[in-house]
């Protein structure tokens, strides 16, 4: 084998190498995507005036507290936006009694997989209550939103007030 020849293996064996690493990179699972990113977890003190209290447990509903997850696309990203600009990454739903307490929210609504659109690669957070109604029911809950970054929320519960409509 000339030296020519053997160069030329060597650097097939290396290009073989490198892809068997990038495909094993691309079926990373689920839980360790999610493992890079961290604690997502976060709380929202959520606080109801006596009148939407008894007006909920009136009508016998409890209420649901969503965290959407978004961020600013990354140029590449820039087709995937949402009506808002955004590039949505994913959402966490709890639903609670009418009445104030902190809810702990898990975070585990993110999609790792989007992650790589978002500029920062740090999420917004967009935090609101609404009533849990039936099926063509309005909301009957007027509460105050959240909208700041996952960073922010982790910091302190995020503090949402709730009265009735």
């Not at 709380?43 to 447990?57: G, I, L, Q, S």
């Not at 966490?92 to 009694?97: G, K, R, S």
């Not at 997989?113 to 999420?123: N, Q």
């Amino acid at each position: 084998m000339t030296i020519r020849n053997a160069q030329i293996a060597v650097a097939i064996a290396a290009i073989v190498v490198i892809i068997a690493m990038l495909s094993m990179c691309a079926r990373m699972p689920a839980k360790d995507k999610r493992a890079i990113l961290g604690n997502t977890g976060y709380e929202v003190a959520v606080t109801f005036t006596p009148a939407a209290t008894a007006a909920m447990k009136k009508l016998g509903q409890g209420a649901t507290v969503e965290g959407f997850f978004y961020g600013a696309p990354v140029e590449a990203a820039k087709d995937k936006v949402d009506e808002d600009g955004h590039i949505p990454a994913g959402m966490d739903q709890v639903d609670i009694a009418a009445n104030t307490q902190t809810v702990k929210m898990p975070g585990s609504g993110i999609d790792p997989d989007v992650m790589t659109h978002i500029a920062s690669g740090k999420p917004s957070l967009m935090v609101r209550v609404y009533s849990s109604t039936t099926a063509g029911t309005p909301n009957q809950l007027d509460c105050t939103t959240f909208n700041g970054t996952l960073a922010a929320a982790q910091t302190a519960p995020v503090a949402i007030a709730c009265d009735i409509r």
